[in-house]
């Protein structure tokens, strides 16, 4: 009976430590919905639909520090009172200006893009 008694609990430890070692599957973006949380940063919210937008299921998540980190950037441009876009506008414009001496090339296409 105590030999009995052994070889069941050692099955059942062995069995429990099996199931412990069960790998799990991995999520991705596809397993919420777009409407979901995935970030909340200073306040502002980053859901999945921002990152499906941005980047394939599959690299989403991934890339969601990058996102994070560029939330903070953002804010931190705001609180400066930095109008970042109106730097990007003055970039855009001198492009353009080379683009025009150009004419034979494809890059205004790919600027107004």
Same mark, same amino acid.
């Given at each position: 009976?105590?030999? !009995?008694?052994?070889? !069941?609990?050692?099955? /059942?430890?062995?069995?429990?430590?099996?199931?412990?070692?069960?790998?799990?599957?991995?999520?991705?973006?596809?397993?919420?919905?777009?409407?979901?949380? &995935?970030?909340?940063?200073?306040?502002?919210?980053?859901?999945?639909?921002?990152?499906? !937008?941005?980047?394939?299921?599959?690299? &989403?998540? &991934?890339?969601?520090?990058?996102?994070?980190?560029?939330?903070? /950037?953002?804010?931190?441009?705001?609180?400066?009172?930095?109008? /970042?876009?109106?730097?990007?506008?003055?970039?855009?414009?001198?492009?353009?200006? /080379?683009?025009?001496?150009?004419?034979?090339?494809?890059?205004?296409? !790919?600027?107004?893009?």
């Amino acid at each position: 009976m105590k030999k !009995f008694t052994i070889i !069941f609990w050692t099955t /059942i430890l062995i069995s429990l430590v099996l199931l412990g070692c069960q790998q799990t599957k991995s999520l991705t973006v596809s397993d919420y919905s777009s409407d979901d949380t &995935a970030a909340v940063v200073r306040g502002e919210e980053i859901t999945i639909g921002d990152l499906r !937008f941005l980047y394939p299921d599959d690299k &989403a998540l &991934a890339n969601l520090d990058g996102m994070v980190k560029l939330k903070l /950037i953002e804010q931190e441009a705001e609180k400066l009172s930095l109008d /970042i876009y109106e730097e990007q506008k003055i970039h855009k414009e001198m492009l353009q200006s /080379i683009m025009d001496s150009d004419e034979d090339s494809d890059m205004p296409d !790919f600027i107004d893009s």
